[in-house]
């Protein structure tokens, strides 16, 4: 994927193709719902939740969850429905102390000042938000007024808490983060290291980094097992090729995830033609953890047979200016087409590989994007276009 100034294949400069690539026209059957959409939302609905009290029981993740309009009106009603309860319960204090009524000199009431339910509702608002104006206040004469002054002030406290940290979870909340992590639109089948490999790209516009990212991909398909039963949403692992062995990488510029299409591998039967006619969808999960804030984020999205290239390539992103390495983020999703056999990986391998294909047929497979037609007898090993 690395290129250097000036060593970028002339192929690649000269052809701009756009990431819309127009691939075979055929009149195919009507396509399953994809499981995970292009934008990481997993296209799932739960219909007939008969424990609807489960959601209660967890209210934080709850409130984190709904919208922001319905978080601020719970909010607003919650306070206003605690400074009118409070404001009942204070007017009932003065009217049972007979603080309301006319009294002369020397009785002291409960709370002063308070002539009227308008009084007792602007009291309890300056208890709960201690915004004291300093007109009214709670006295010693009623122990019951002292109880109730401390229960709305720990009522207060506990309201502002859930709502503090209730905003700061929806304003840090991790798919934020995910915005700015991005899949190329297609991804693409052609042979690496003369083997066929499954690859897409993966790229980071912040220069703030994910530490420890991790990627999985998973095939997600219609199967039946041996004793009949169907199992709509099949979901397969599919191995990642990576130099340490793991699935870790080090996300600071694109980088180009590729499965090799081996014996353990899903897409291990599948071929050029029966990519078209499949069902099949590819899921991509980008994990990693933010490394301004610590908080945990994951990314997703997903390729089904129609937005699977085969035979092509991507182009290289990265060249070095001036000392240092620039991305053109304009080439990110940028494909070229690059001799590929229509056959699957097992097919290949049953055949000897692409070595014997080569010999089998005595042509010499360049990376070319110019040659539109195969040559003369070149049966086996044919450009996708």
């Known amino acids: 994927m690395l290129s250097r100034k000036g060593l970028v294949?002339?192929?690649?400069?000269?052809?701009?193709?756009?990431?819309?690539?127009?691939?075979?026209?055929?009149k195919a059957s009507q396509r399953k719902a994809r499981f995970v959409t292009k934008n990481g939302r997993c296209?799932?609905?739960?219909?007939?939740i008969r424990e609807q009290g489960r959601f209660l029981q967890d209210v934080f993740t709850t409130l984190v969850d709904l919208k922001w309009l319905h978080t601020l009106i719970i909010f607003t009603m919650s306070y206003l429905c605690s400074w009118l309860l409070f404001g009942m319960i204070w007017w009932?204090?003065?009217?049972?102390?007979?603080?309301?009524?006319?009294?002369g000199a020397g009785v002291v009431p409960c709370v002063t000042d308070i002539r009227s339910f308008s009084s007792a509702f602007l009291f309890s608002i300056e208890v709960q938000v201690t915004i004291g104006f300093g007109g009214r206040m709670v006295t010693e004469e009623c122990v019951s007024a002292i109880i109730i002054l401390i229960v709305q002030n720990i009522v207060g406290l506990v309201i502002n808490a859930i709502m503090?940290?209730?905003i700061f979870m929806k304003t840090a909340q991790a798919n934020r983060r995910a915005e700015t992590?991005?899949?190329?639109?297609?991804?693409v089948v052609s042979l690496r290291n003369n083997k066929l490999c499954f690859m897409m790209r993966i790229g980071d516009l912040?220069?703030?980094?994910?530490?420890?990212?991790?990627?999985?991909?998973?095939?997600?398909?219609?199967?039946?097992?041996?004793?009949?039963?169907?199992v709509p949403l099949?979901?397969?692992?599919?191995?990642?090729?990576?130099?340490?062995?793991?699935?870790?990488?080090?996300?600071?510029?694109?980088?180009?995830?590729?499965?090799?299409?081996?014996?353990?591998?899903?897409l291990y039967g599948v071929s050029a033609s029966d990519l078209l006619r499949d069902d099949l969808e590819v899921v991509v999960v980008l994990e990693g953890v933010v490394e301004t804030t610590g908080i945990t984020t994951q990314a997703r999205t997903s390729y089904v047979s129609d937005e699977i290239l085969w035979g092509r390539r991507f182009v290289p992103t990265v060249s070095e200016e001036d000392g240092m390495y620039a991305v053109?983020?304009?080439?990110?999703?940028?494909?070229?087409?690059?001799?590929?056999?229509?056959?699957?990986?097992?097919t290949l391998e049953e055949t000897g590989g692409i070595a014997h294909l080569k010999t089998h047929d005595g042509a010499h497979v360049r990376a070319t994007v110019r040659r539109r037609k195969p040559p003369p007898g070149h049966m086996k090993l044919s450009v996708i276009s």
Do not use: W
Request: charged letters at 25%.
């Open 9 to 26: 294949p002339e192929d690649y400069l000269l052809t701009r193709l756009a990431e819309d690539v127009q691939q075979p026209k055929f």
């Open 43 to 48: 296209n799932v609905a739960h219909t007939n």
């Open 92 to 103: 009932l204090i003065a009217f049972a102390h007979g603080d309301m009524d006319e009294r």
């Open 164 to 166: 503090l940290g209730c």
């Open 181 to 187: 992590l991005i899949f190329s639109k297609h991804a």
């Open 206 to 230: 912040r220069k703030s980094m994910i530490i420890s990212a991790t990627v999985r991909m998973q095939v997600v398909r219609k199967t039946s097992t041996r004793e009949g039963e169907l």
């Open 234 to 266: 099949d979901q397969i692992d599919i191995h990642i090729e990576n130099p340490e062995g793991t699935n870790g990488i080090f996300l600071v510029s694109p980088l180009v995830i590729c499965h090799v299409i081996d014996k353990n591998s899903p």
């Open 328 to 346: 053109d983020y304009a080439k990110f999703g940028l494909t070229v087409r690059v001799p590929t056999p229509c056959c699957s990986a097992k």
